[in-house]
């Protein structure tokens, strides 16, 4: 599967943002889905997942209450709807997928798209 990241950019303090990542190849609905950010030196973290059914999400401690990870099956799409957003939260955003495993570890995805940047200004 092909994975392509969109929907970032710059926002202010307490704004708001969607990104979406959108699936090429296998048939979608067979991934789980996730979503990592990388903020400028420092390590690779986990934001939140989605099973293939979509039924089930985590989250990061960091941004429960404030993201929200949905997807779209008929779409081949996942999202990630960013609230209250922080400068804490400026980073590159990557989506990921994998055929059988949707927990925090992205040594676990097998596949993942380019990465999109969020930049939030205080």
């Known amino acids: 599967v092909q994975l392509q990241a969109s929907g970032g950019g710059s926002v202010q303090a307490g704004g708001s943002l969607r990104l979406s990542c959108a699936a090429s190849?296998?048939?979608?609905?067979?991934?789980?889905m996730a979503w990592f950010r990388q903020a400028p030196g420092r390590d690779r973290e986990f934001v939140a997942s989605?099973?293939?059914?979509?039924?089930?999400?985590t989250y990061a401690d960091s941004v429960k209450g404030r993201f929200t990870i949905s997807r779209d099956n008929a779409k081949k799409t996942v999202y990630l709807q960013m609230n209250s957003l922080n400068p804490e939260d400026t980073a590159v955003y990557y989506c990921?997928?994998?055929?059988?495993?949707?927990?925090?570890?992205?040594?676990?995805?097998?596949?993942w798209g380019q990465g999109t940047l969020v930049t939030v200004s205080s």
């Open positions: 990921a997928a994998d055929e059988s495993y949707a927990g925090s570890s992205g040594l676990q995805y097998d596949y």
């Open positions: 190849g296998r048939t979608f609905s067979f991934y789980a």
């Open positions: 989605i099973r293939r059914s979509g039924v089930s999400t």
